[in-house]
């Protein structure tokens, strides 16, 4: 027998009843309580990269592309 009201712990009620478990999620006292971060993503480097890994990845990114080997066999 189904059930109208989808048990909010059940790991599908988002996608079976998605504004009974916003509701659930507002009245949470549990998760007003939590702190939020804000992370920022690693993609760029905070610290400016100089010297020898700048002249190394020159040195990579002006290499010509390599031959294609396979007609040597």
């Known amino acids: 027998m189904l059930s ?3 048990n909010l712990a059940d790991p599908f009620a988002m996608l079976i009843a998605p ?5 659930a999620v507002e009245r949470s ?3 007003a309580r939590l702190h939020s971060r ?9 610290i400016p990269v100089k010297g020898l890994a700048t002249d ?3 040195e990579i990114d002006a290499e010509p592309e390599v031959p294609d080997l396979s ?3």
Request: no cysteine.
């Open 38 to 46: 804000v992370y920022r993503p690693l993609d760029r480097p905070w």
């Open 29 to 31: 006292d549990r998760l």
């Open 19 to 23: 504004e009974q478990v916003m509701q």
């Open 4 to 6: 109208t009201t989808p």
């Open 71 to 73: 007609d040597l066999g």
């Open 56 to 58: 190394f990845d020159s």
